[in-house]
């Protein structure tokens, strides 16, 4: 079955950086888009970084460029997100996704906590 293990999260000062990553099984990783999501409590889950199959396209929203980098190694079946000169906004919970055949699948997430 499909899984998808965020880790690297963390507890980390203003200005410090964290590298996410997500672990994916049960399907051919190589054949689809990823996408980060991050969701803080009571807010609705919001795009964060996406990446299309062979990792030369991406793209943003506005609050993370120039400090996010989203990547993926292929051949590890596995997705990163860079995070740099990180801000107390940024916490929130982050969570890797993937949408097989119709249907979005979500890892469980990892905690983000930046300090200010």
């Known amino acids: 079955q499909v899984q998808l293990v965020e880790s690297g999260g963390g507890l980390v000062q203003s200005g410090g950086s964290l590298r996410l990553s997500c672990a994916a099984s049960g399907f051919t990783f190589s054949n689809y888009a990823m996408k980060w999501y991050r969701q803080v409590p009571g807010k609705e889950r919001e795009l964060v970084a996406g990446?299309?199959?062979?990792?030369?396209?991406?793209s943003y929203i506005d609050s993370v460029k120039d400090r996010f980098t989203i990547s993926r190694d292929n051949a590890k079946n596995t997705l990163y997100l860079q995070m740099n000169s990180l801000k107390p906004e940024d916490t929130a919970v982050y969570y890797c996704?993937?949408?097989?055949?119709?249907?979005?699948?979500w890892g469980q997430g990892t905690q983000v906590t930046v300090s200010s």
């Open positions: 996704t993937a949408r097989i055949i119709g249907r979005s699948y």
């Open positions: 990446v299309t199959t062979t990792g030369i396209s991406t």
